[in-house]
């Protein structure tokens, strides 16, 4: 039979582990030491343009820019506005929704789905997950007010909004079997579509006449936020590992005073698999995935690994300035992963020994390596072939 596993056990945490602040992100931590350039390459795309090499033509790149065509990307901005957006709208002499907190999970869920979500799940708003502070510096502080509020001191969260809300949004199995070319549209896409996600069920959620903070990765930590929402577990590359497509999702999330029933922790099993499976470690270009066990603390010499958790601690730096030497944002682990693969039956019945028997998990390791599973495809063809949905 599968398994759940407890939160406190699929990612253990020390006593006295202190907030996150958002501005020790590798990302923000670039962006100050090039002068606010985080993304400085796209300076030289006209090189590598000009280099013939497949997969970073014009129209590669064209290919991939277009795909994060949305309105805003920080805090209580576009569709992530902390205020509501105006299409729905509850008359003043209609009470608000309530039903039970099951029913609303239900609900909400179904909704969410229905906006291009692949799962949602529901959690408990814990605080350890929230930044100490945004990207730019400013607090982010809990209050008793109804809605939250922005100043140019401090971030406001109510301490009313202790649902929340974790959704997954898709990232398309045939265009990440092209990473780290710019045919790897599925990153940039996945943050289009989280936006319009998170902003799009929060506005459903304030038709129903109740608060809602939609958000991507600007106010709090993803990754524990969707395990502790039963959306999968942390694997060995730092990232969400889910049973329906692996790490091949992007988060984002709602914090709400719409009471919801807290959604089963993920079947147990992934952690079992990354644990003998090195295949993120062993492709990563800059070395920047561990090989051994989970540990307390990173051995990187870095802020951006924040210590107290027991986990595989990625160089999130060193990651980093690989995305930014190749241009593209990688995502080289994300398609070699042993969990990546297109639906299908004989994929379905290995997951289910991985949940149910992982003694055979060094065999599966084997045989996906074996099989040739998680090899970029050749850029050269791509456009020449029709679209197929992934």
Known sequence: MEKEQPFDETYPMKDGYKRFDAQNTAFSLKQRRTGGKAFSYMNEKGEKMKSDMPGFSLLDYAFKEAAETYTGHGTDTGYYSWSPLGVTSKPDDI?????????????????AKFYGAVNAGFCMMDKRWIYSNTSDGKPIVFEDVEQGYITDEKVVIPNSHKYVIALTVPMEFIENSYAPTNIEVTSNMGYS??????????????????????????????????I????????????????????LVRICKVYTDLPLAPSPPAPKGIIEFCDVCMKC???????SIPYGP???ESEHDSVSNNNGTYKWYTNEESCFDYCHEVGTGCSICFRCCDFTHERGISHEIVKW?????????????????LLGYGKISDAKTYWDEPYKPS
């Open 353 to 369: 020994f991985i949940r149910n028997v992982p003694q055979l998990n060094r065999f599966f390791v084997w045989t996906d390596e």
């Open 294 to 296: 989970r540990t307390w």
């Open 95 to 111: 009470p608000r929704w309530e039903e039970s907190p099951e029913k609303a999970s239900k609900v909400v869920k179904k909704a």
């Open 193 to 226: 579509r989280m936006h319009v996600l998170a902003g799009t069920v929060a506005e459903f959620i304030r038709g129903l006449g109740w608060n809602a903070i939609p958000c991507g990765n600007d106010i709090s930590l993803s990754v524990p936020t969707a």
């Open 228 to 247: 502790q929402a039963g959306l999968g577990h942390l694997g060995r590359m730092g990232r969400l590992i889910t049973w329906e497509k692996g790490p």
């Open 281 to 287: 470690a062993k492709y990563c270009p800059s070395q």
